[in-house]
């Protein structure tokens, strides 16, 4: 790519509303998976004289997403009509927002500080879907899915690279989740992505018509598509030929890695909209907007900095820990119970950080690495963060080791339960005793006549060795730093 080339992108992306009921009628609103077209009724089929009537959780939804986004919520909005003919549309057109949406002028950060500004964002209703079967010659409509809730998030062109595309589709996903407005599932259809990517040339003032790429069902296939149009477009502009300048729509095809042409874009005028006459207009008391912004919960990016202040976590770990909502309580609720408990020890504050530290490690590679596996999240574990906490305590202290840690978490992460308990009913209480401790380290010297030569030989591998044998002997349980002593002073009688 040309120094003087630069791309504009700006994301249109679709987020269904995890609401109780669709958009405008009582119909069941989360009942993926129902066979088709049963979950429907007069109003999201459009039956003639059928009365819509709006979803005030939509809409609070709506404006608590929008000032999570730093935007201005008109006081006076409206829903309007879309018309277009299509066989996803059984009205013959989609309740929708025009003129008048219910949020303006935000933004989101991606990458620590680049500003991506959002246009706007309007609720409106989703369509039927569509399948084609390969090779058939006939499509299924499903109307279970028309009439649900669905906010539509418009960028401005401020995204310069795929990547940032992808960064900000990955930001979107987490906020909405935090907001609980939203599974924000891309592969599930729950999250929508239209990408409009075009490359001018800065020096000649030269630009691309834009492109429009529909159907990435993945953060990748949005990177990988944007990828490919740039790599395109580039090519155009860099061959002298004359460039299209309308809008053109392109579907991505994600096995062969590639867009291809769809149709060339109506303009919105086409749509003919005009105020949707059954429901009237609505105007909020600054009040109103007051409250639905002390219902926005901490969101991830302020979760990320108190961490790093409050925890002593570097940055990286702060992010992993507050990727979802979930992870970050259970992370919390546990170090609580730890904080707790160093203040009332009186425990020095590196202490307590390597406390913190430990606890965050066993987090990262054994649950994060269980529930990577089984695809779960931190709401389906059995262990309780009280309980982990309580763990983490007793390996701090040395009651067990490292690698009863381990089996003793395992048994938690699949069962739960007390740890101690399981400490006992499993025997794996950590010997410290010395008396007990030295009767096996005699016997393991005794019985090891080589490594005991190639110690006082001064092979600081063999004190290993002999390390290794005791712990074999005790089954894991007996206290390593105490061997090792042990070890270190018989040795040397
Ligand atoms: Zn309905
Ligand atoms: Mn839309």
Redesign the pocket.
Known sequence: MKQSYKTIIGLEVHARLDTK??M????DNLSDGVEPNT???????GHPGSLPVANRIAIDWTLRSGLAFHCTIPLFSKFDRKNYFYPDLSKGYQISQYDLPFCTNGYLEVDGNKKIRIQRIHLEEDAAKNTHPSGEKYSFIDFNR??TPLMEIVSEPDIDTPQQARQYMQELQKILRYLGVSRADMEKGHMRCDANINVKDMESGRVTGIIEIKNMNSFRSVERSLLFEEKRLCEKLESGEKLETKKATYRWDDEKGETFIMREKEEASDYRYFPEPDIPPFTFEKQDIETIKKSIPELPQEKVSRFQKEFGLNKNDAELLTAQKDRAAFFEQAVSELLEWSSSEGMKKNETEKLIQTSTNYIFTELLRYLKEKSLTFSDLKAHPEDFAELMKMTFQKEINSSATQRVLNIMIQKGGDPSEIVKSENLAQVSDEGELEKVVLKVIDEHEGPVKDFHKGKERALQFLIGMVMKQTHGKANPQIVKQLLEKLLKT
């Open positions: 009921s669709k405008f009628c009582s119909c979950n429907v009724c007069e109003i999201c089929m028309a009439g």
